[in-house]
């Protein structure tokens, strides 16, 4: 399967995209999996904070005493939260406090709150999660946590039971900002670089694809401009590799040149040889030609010699018929070897066709032959004099051979830039040992006739750079010639 170059770069984006996004969810990932971690890390400070709070409150009243009912509770309060903040004064950013199910929040501290005036009351949008976790701690015993992690930040929540109390409480707090962390902030750069990266990656290939389009259909128009027989010689564009092409197609030209021009010399001379044979078989067939009304002159004028002058009459008819036949031969043979001047004028077609029709018309119906026509309502550029020889001598040849109630056609038409005018009969056809020598001068199957009415066709089509060629029609023979395309 054939990959083109704009397949290829979209194909090669579109990797790029996929890896882009690959990379992305990696980065999210593993900066998920680092608030986690931190997260955790906090859980842990929390947890640690807790156990430190239970421990320095068992130790300080270790010696049996026990905030109870009888205590003051200004004083208890006063004593818990100075304990609160000697404890959490090592923990940055935790707050905590103790509670009781009979005076609830006996005791709170913040000491690391960055306020102007310390910080003395319990979170009220926190309060229910906490009384929540301590009342459950404070039924159950033992220790309990509790997370709410939002989009914006984690709560971390620890509590634990005091030994020995009646049913007391510790509870510590720590927020810990998701959003706004340096794992977040790292991730949101190295996904923005992602997606700068996608779109100029994406950028630079659209650029390249449109750059390499537009030279390519440069040197296809450079191309294009000049004849199949003749290459450019194409500037340089730039681009590296296509240069290497560039250089190769002028190579290429170069030596096409080369070739052209040999090959023209090559066809000159062999043109010139084959005129030469021509010339040579021409010369015999010509004296064959001549040599039979002369010997036929020659016997009746001596039989004339001998004979009534009624016969001597009879005789003299003969020899004017005979000297009649050379005329018409050697006017064919001059309409030959004569150099063709062409006048090239525009020629409507249809009209022009029209006219060779009417000339015939008359020859056909007394043959009993129907004639056909065909063309294009356009107007051409050739020699309309000479192309009318030449499709009268088809048509002429075509006329004697297409018996009564037969059909010649004439047809003329363009097919890439060039004009085609054919001639097709439904008579017997050519035999094939007879189609290679047809178009040779006095080649004739007929005893009446010179051979060199096709003859004369290919001359007038070489004339103007075209062919004729014979081909087995529908019905008969079909004579085609194949003339350059030129618009008026």
């Not at 979209?10 to 990797?15: C, D, E, H, R």
């Not at 103007?464 to 029609?473: A, F, I, L, Q, S």
């Amino acid at each position: 399967m054939a990959y083109s170059l704009r397949s290829a770069l979209t194909s090669l984006w579109v990797l790029i995209l996929i890896m882009s996004f690959s990379i992305g969810a990696i980065l999210i990932g593993v900066v998920r999996q680092g608030v986690s971690a931190h997260i955790d890390e906090a859980a842990a400070r929390t947890r640690a904070g807790c156990a430190a709070i239970k421990d320095r409150y068992e130790r300080y009243f270790a010696s049996g005493t026990r905030p109870t009912a009888s205590f003051s509770q200004e004083i208890t309060a006063r004593e818990l939260t100075f304990l609160l903040d000697v404890v959490l004064a090592e923990f940055d950013g935790m707050e905590g406090g103790i509670w009781n199910p009979a005076n609830q929040f006996i005791a709170y501290a913040f000491p690391s709150y960055q306020g102007a005036t310390p910080k003395r009351d319990v979170p009220e949008a926190e309060r229910p999660r906490i009384v929540e976790l301590v009342s459950k701690v404070s039924l159950q015993g033992g220790l309990d946590a509790q997370r709410y992690v939002t989009r914006r930040e984690a709560l971390l929540l620890h509590a634990c039971s005091l030994a020995g109390s009646s049913h007391d409480v510790a509870w510590t707090m720590t927020r810990v900002s998701v959003e706004h962390s340096a794992s977040n902030a790292n991730l949101r750069l190295g996904l923005a670089i992602l997606f700068l990266f996608a779109v100029i990656s994406g950028a630079w290939l659209w650029h390249l694809r449109r750059r390499w389009s537009n030279q390519i259909g440069q040197l296809e128009q450079a191309i294009a401009a000049y004849p199949l027989e003749q290459l450019p010689h194409i500037p340089k564009t730039g681009e590296r590799e296509l240069d290497r092409i560039v250089a190769a197609v002028n190579h290429l030209s170069t030596r096409l040149a080369a070739a052209r021009d040999e090959t023209g010399q090559l066809s000159k001379r062999l043109a010139h040889a084959d005129r030469l044979a021509s010339l040579g078989r021409m010369a015999a067939a010509l004296a064959h030609e001549i040599r039979n009304p002369i010997a036929a002159m020659r016997l009746k004028a001596e039989n004339a010699l001998t004979q009534s002058p009624d016969r001597q009459q009879t005789a003299l008819t003969a020899v004017l018929q005979q000297v009649h036949r050379l005329d018409g031969l050697l006017q064919r043979l001059m309409a030959l070897i004569q150099p063709i001047d062409l006048d090239p004028q525009p020629v409507p077609l249809r009209a022009w066709l029209q006219d060779r029709i009417a000339h015939h018309q008359e020859q056909a119906e007394r043959s009993g032959v129907r004639l056909r026509s065909d063309a294009p309502e356009i107007t051409a550029v050739f020699d309309g004099n000479s192309m009318a020889r030449a499709v009268d001598n088809l048509m002429l040849n075509a006329l004697q051979h297409t018996p009564a109630g037969g059909t010649i056609e004439v047809t003329i038409r363009t097919v890439d830039r060039k004009i085609i005018f054919s001639v097709e009969d439904s008579g017997p056809g050519v035999p094939d040992s007879e189609r290679e020598r047809m178009f040779e001068p006095f080649m004739t199957t007929r005893v009446d006739g010179t051979g060199l009415g096709l003859a004369i066709v290919r001359e007038i089509a070489e004339a103007h750079n075209g062919t004729v060629r014979y081909e087995p029609g529908r019905h008969g023979a079909r004579f085609t010639v194949e003339l350059p395309w030129q618009r008026s």
